[in-house]
């Protein structure tokens, strides 16, 4: 998990490396009415427990299977 966490952490902060970067961040934050800093978005990922992940994934209901063939191939 704490992999996860920096490579999140990693996004994040890379986020704002490119203009396009940015303007999805502002634009993210404007659709969605929330403007957090860089610095707050970091401590949310850093604050995440386990017992929160998985009580997300139990929330969780499967929607669609893909089974993938080989070009030409039938099931």
């Known amino acids: ?3 996860e966490k920096r490579v999140l952490m990693n ?3 890379s986020s704002v490396d490119t203009a396009m970067g940015f303007v ?8 969605f009415g929330h403007h957090s800093s860089l610095l707050d978005g970091a401590e ?3 604050s995440v427990t386990k017992e929160e992940v998985v009580q997300a994934a ?3 209901e499967l929607d ?3 089974f993938l063939t ?6």
């Open 64 to 66: 669609t299977i893909y």
């Open 11 to 13: 996004q994040l902060w």
């Open 44 to 46: 949310m990922i850093r």
């Open 58 to 60: 139990n929330k969780w």
């Open 24 to 31: 999805d961040l502002v634009y993210s934050e404007i659709i």
């Open 70 to 75: 080989r070009e030409g191939e039938e099931e």
């Open 1 to 3: 998990m704490e992999h």
